[in-house]
């Protein structure tokens, strides 16, 4: 099993026990990267800006803005983008099951 996957699990039995009661939510944060590097994400999966906004729902202007620096994408954004940066078939998956 690879280390994201081990993460992955951990997290899940960390859920678990604050959903059963059994942890304290207020103990529990996400932990997001100050910045990320979308296009070395989007051109590690040989993706055009087009097909990337297209395949993971970001409007193409939102996409230039962040890739050129005139926007900071905010915390949710970003571990959005970390998913995707580790899990991008997951991510298709998910996005085309909705």
């Not at 100050?34 to 097909?51: F, H, N, P, S």
């Not at 962040?66 to 998910?94: F, H, N, W």
Request: aromatic share 6%; proline share 5%; glycine share 6%.
């Amino acid at each position: 099993m690879t280390a994201f996957g081990k993460q992955l699990i951990q997290a899940a039995k960390e859920v678990r026990a604050i959903a059963s009661g059994e942890a304290d939510p207020a103990t529990y944060r996400v932990r997001t990267p100050a910045d990320v590097d979308v296009k070395a994400i989007r051109t590690g999966q040989k993706l055009t800006q087009a097909e990337f906004a297209a395949r993971y729902g970001f409007p193409i202007g939102t996409l230039r803005d962040i890739e050129q620096g005139r926007v900071k994408p905010d915390a949710s954004t970003r571990a959005y983008l970390m998913v995707i940066s580790k899990e991008p078939a997951a991510v298709q998956r998910a996005l085309e099951a909705a």
